[in-house]
C-alpha cells in the first residue's frame, strides 16, 4: 500500500539519522529530517550528560495527524533542526511502542500545561527530568500559541541560564507525577452500591437525543456501555435495567449509522469531533474496534437485535481485510487516517460528483438519501466533501423515491459495493502492521466471543491462530512477556520491548477465552502461568493493587520518569490494567480456587474504591471487575460435540453477563478440567449419555440439563 507517512527507501540515503536503524514504523518515518534524532535509550541520556544538554522529547504515533504535521512544519525544516541540534539532544518515541513512556510524561505535560495528547513535546534535564512541554507548536507564532522556535529558543536558554530555576521546575514536575500515578484511595468493602454509582454515572451523562455520553469531542467508552449492558440484563437491576438498556443500545445504534462509522468497509474510526458522530477523526484503531466489536456482540446476546449482529460481522469484514495476517495469525495495530498530509480524511469522503461518476442515477438516488450525500458535506476544509452517515430509515427513501423496499435494498447493496471500489482505487492510508500484545488480547478476546455467539467458525479459528502466533513469539515462563510479537513489512527485528501489566492481562484473558471455546488443558495453564508471573511482576504487596511496570532488575537504573512507578485505574482509553488484572485473577479463581488471588483482586479493587467513583465513565472496566466479584463467577458447561450440543451452547451465551462464562467440553475432555470443575463435575450423575449441560458456581453445580427449557431455569437460578 503506497503512503507518505513511511518514507519511501527511493528517496536515496543523502541524510540518515539514528532513526535509520529503528524497528518502528513512526520511527523509521522521519529517518530522513535533518534532526538528529535518536531513539529513547542509555545513549541518548549519556550523550546528554556528557553535554550538559537538555533533552528534546517527541512522543507520537504514525496515525497522529498532527505528529505529521509538525513534523513537516517543524522538524522538517532546516532553521527549526539546526537550533534543536546546537541546543539539545532529541529523542523521538512511538507511543505505541513505548506506552510506560509515554505515560509518565503525559502525565508530566498535564501538569505543566492542562493538557496531554499527541504529539507531545517535552523539555527534559539530561537525567530525564521534564521542565516544559506542551503538545503541538505552529511554526510561527499563531493563535495563542508561540512559534516552536521561539520556544526552542526560551528553553535553551533558560536551561543555560536559569539551570536552579529549571531544576526546580523539574524537581517539582516529577513529584507531580509520582503523587498522580500513585494516588490511594482505599475504601474497605466496595460492593454492588460503587457499581450501581458508576451505572448511574454514565446514565448521568448519555446523551438522549445523539447517543453517547457528554458532548464533542465524543469518544466510544467501549466499557461503559458492557457496563449498561450487563445491568440491562439483570432482574436484580429493576427499573434501572431499561435506562441501562435505553443508553448502551441508543448509543450503539447513533454510532453505527454516523460517521464515525465506515459504512463501506466495516469498522470504526477514533472518536467524532462533533456530539453527532458525523465528522470523526478518521484513523481506525484495533483496541477501539476490539472493544466495540466486543460491545455489539454482548448487545446482540442479550437483545438479539439483528443491527447488532450486521454491524459486529461487518467490522469482523474489515479486519480480516485490513487488520490481520491471515498466514501468520495476529491483528495489526492501526489504519492511518489519511495518506499525506494534504489529504483530510479524503480517503473516506465523497462529493456528491465523485459519487455520481461511479454510480447510476438510480443508486445514487438511493445512496444519496440514504448516507445523506448532499453538494455542501461535512468538512470544513472542503465543504463537498461528505461522509457518510444514515441521515432517516431505507423505507423512507424507498417511499421519497416510489420504489419497493426490497428494490431501494438492492440499489443501496450495489451503490456500496461500487463506491467502495472506487474507494480502493485512491491512494490507500498507512496501516502499521507492528503487532503488539495487549491489543491482540484484545482481538483475540472479541473474535472467541463473536465467533460463538454468531456462529462463526472461521472467526473463532482465526483467534486461535492468533493466539498460538503471539504466545510463542512473545511469552516465555522465565523471561516473561515482550510487548511486541513482530513489527512491520520491513522484516527489522528491534530490541525487545518488555511487556508491560497490560500485555500480560489481556492475554491471559485472551488465554482462558480460548480453554473456555475449546476445552484445550494448554490454554488454561498458559492463563494461569501469566497470571502468576503478572503477579510476581507488577503487584504491590505493600501498597496493594498492580504498577504498570515491572519492578527493576539489581542494580538497574531506570531512565527519566520511568523512575515513577504507576498504578493504572483510568481507562484511556484502554481498559485500565489493575481493573483488567483483578478480573483475570477472580476468573482464575473460580477455576482453581486459589485464596489468594481472590484476596489481591479485593484488595486491588479496594485500594482504588474510595476515588473511583469520581472517574465515572473513566472508570467502567473497574466497575465490570467489581461486577464479577459482587456476583461471583457462574460457569455453564456444556458436554457433547453433536447438534445438541451446539444447540445447547447457543441458548448458553444467550444474554450477556460480565460473570458468566460458557465452556464447551468434549467427553474426552473431562479426564483434565481446573481443579474446582475437577472436583465436581466428572462425578455428577447423569453425565454418561448425550449432550447435557451443567451450570455451575460457588454454590457448587445444579444438575444436568439436556433441554433449552431447562438450561434457561438454570440459569435463571444463577445469574
Not at 461503559?224 to 450487563?230: E, G, K, M, Y
Not at 458535506?377 to 463537498?384: L, Q, T
Not at 460457569?635 to 448458553?652: F, W
Request: with cysteine.
Amino acid at each position: 500500500m503506497a503512503t507518505e507517512r513511511v518514507v519511501s527507501e527511493e528517496q536515496g540515503s543523502e541524510h540518515l539519522n539514528a532513526l535509520a536503524k529503528a524497528a518502528s514504523a513512526y520511527l523509521r518515518s522521519a529517518k530522513h529530517q535533518p534532526v538528529e534524532w535518536q531513539q529513547w535509550g542509555e545513549e541518548a541520556f549519556a550523550q546528554a550528560e556528557a553535554e550538559d544538554k537538555p533533552i528534546l522529547l517527541d512522543i507520537g504515533a504514525v496515525w497522529c495527524h498532527w505528529c505529521h504535521v509538525m513534523d513537516r512544519e517543524s522538524y522538517e525544516d532546516a532553521e527549526t533542526a539546526k537550533v534543536i541540534n546546537d541546543h539539545f539532544v532529541a529523542v523521538k518515541v512511538d507511543r505505541d511502542e513505548r506506552p510506560d513512556v509515554d505515560t509518565r510524561y503525559q502525565a508530566a505535560v498535564s501538569a505543566i500545561s492542562g493538557q496531554g495528547g499527541w504529539p507531545l513535546t517535552a523539555f527534559l534535564t539530561p537525567d530525564g527530568k521534564p521542565f516544559f512541554g506542551g503538545t503541538y507548536f505552529p511554526p510561527e507564532d499563531r493563535h495563542g500559541r508561540p512559534s516552536f522556535r521561539r520556544v526552542l529558543l526560551t528553553m535553551a536558554e533558560a536551561f543555560q541560564d536559569r539551570r536552579s530555576e529549571v531544576d526546580e521546575s523539574a524537581g517539582s514536575v516529577m513529584r507531580a507525577i509520582e503523587h498522580n500515578e500513585s494516588f490511594m484511595g482505599r475504601s474497605g468493602n466496595p460492593g454492588p452500591e460503587l457499581v450501581a454509582k458508576l451505572v448511574s454515572s454514565a446514565l448521568k451523562q448519555f446523551d438522549a437525543r445523539s447517543g453517547g455520553f457528554g458532548s464533542q469531542p465524543k469518544f466510544p467508552h467501549s466499557g461503559a456501555i458492557d457496563l449498561l449492558l450487563d445491568s440491562a440484563s439483570r432482574v436484580s437491576s429493576g427499573a434501572g435495567a431499561e435506562s441501562a438498556k435505553t443508553a448502551a443500545m441508543v448509543t450503539l445504534q447513533k454510532m453505527s449509522r454516523g460517521g464515525i462509522y465506515d459504512h463501506l468497509a466495516g469498522g470504526f474510526h477514533r472518536y467524532s469531533v462533533d456530539d453527532r458522530w458525523v465528522v470523526p477523526h478518521f484513523e481506525k484503531m484495533s483496541y477501539d474496534n476490539s472493544e466495540l466489536l466486543k460491545n455489539y456482540v454482548h448487545a446482540f446476546q442479550t437483545f438479539v437485535d439483528p443491527e447488532c449482529a450486521r454491524v459486529a460481522r461487518e467490522m469482523i469484514q474489515w479486519i480480516d481485510e485490513w487488520l490481520s495476517d491471515r498466514e501468520r495469525g495476529g491483528f495489526y495495530a492501526s489504519q492511518d487516517a489519511d495518506y499525506s498530509l494534504d489529504d483530510d480524511g479524503d480517503y473516506f469522503t465523497w462529493t456528491r460528483d465523485e459519487a455520481a461518476e461511479v454510480l447510476t442515477g438510480e443508486e445514487l438516488a438511493v445512496a444519496s438519501a440514504y448516507y445523506d450525500i448532499g453538494e455542501i458535506g461535512d468538512m470544513h476544509h472542503n465543504p463537498a466533501k461528505n461522509v457518510l452517515h444514515v441521515r432517516g430509515t431505507l423505507e423512507g427513501v424507498a417511499k421519497s423515491n416510489g420504489i419497493s423496499l426490497d428494490e431501494a435494498k438492492g440499489l443501496l447493496a450495489s451503490a456500496k459495493a461500487k463506491l467502495y471500489a472506487a474507494r480502493l482505487k485512491r491512494p490507500t492510508p498507512y496501516v502499521d502492521k507492528t503487532i503488539y500484545v495487549a491489543w491482540n488480547g484484545m482481538m483475540i478476546s472479541a473474535y472467541l466471543e463473536a465467533g460463538r455467539v454468531l456462529d462463526m467458525p472461521e472467526v473463532r479459528a482465526f483467534a486461535l491462530k492468533s493466539l498460538d502466533r503471539v504466545l510463542e513469539g512473545a511469552w516465555h515462563a522465565s523471561t516473561g512477556m515482550a510487548h511486541v510479537v513482530a513489527y512491520g513489512e520491513t522484516g527489522v527485528a528491534g530490541a525487545r520491548v518488555a511487556g508491560v501489566l497490560d500485555d500480560y492481562v489481556a492475554l491471559g484473558h485472551a488465554a482462558l477465552d480460548a480453554w473456555e471455546a475449546t476445552g484445550e488443558m494448554r490454554y488454561y495453564t498458559v492463563a494461569e502461568e501469566i497470571a502468576q508471573s503478572a503477579v510476581a511482576r507488577f503487584y504491590d504487596p505493600v501498597g496493594l493493587g498492580f504498577f504498570d511496570t515491572d519492578a527493576p532488575a539489581d542494580g538497574e537504573q531506570r531512565l527519566g520518569a520511568l523512575t515513577a512507578r504507576r498504578k493504572p485505574l483510568q481507562d484511556s482509553p484502554t481498559p485500565a490494567g489493575n481493573s483488567v488484572a483483578a478480573a483475570l485473577l477472580l476468573r482464575l479463581e473460580a477455576l482453581n480456587g486459589r485464596e489468594d488471588y481472590a484476596v489481591k483482586a479485593l484488595e486491588t479493587l479496594e485500594t482504588f474504591a474510595g476515588v473511583v467513583e469520581h472517574f465515572g465513565l473513566y472508570a467502567a472496566s473497574y466497575g465490570l471487575a467489581l461486577q464479577r466479584m459482587v456476583q461471583r463467577s457462574v460457569q455453564v458447561c456444556v458436554i457433547g460435540d453433536d447438534a445438541a450440543a451446539r444447540r445447547l451452547e447457543t441458548v448458553a451465551l444467550a444474554r450477556y453477563a460480565v460473570n458468566k462464562s460458557v465452556i464447551r467440553l468434549r467427553r474426552d475432555q473431562m479426564g483434565a478440567l481446573p481443579p474446582m470443575l475437577a472436583e465436581t463435575l466428572p462425578h455428577l450423575p447423569g453425565l454418561q449419555e448425550g449432550s447435557v449441560a451443567v451450570v455451575c458456581s460457588s454454590k457448587g453445580c445444579l444438575p444436568p440439563v439436556r433441554t433449552a427449557d431447562e438450561l434457561i431455569e438454570a440459569m435463571n437460578q444463577s445469574l
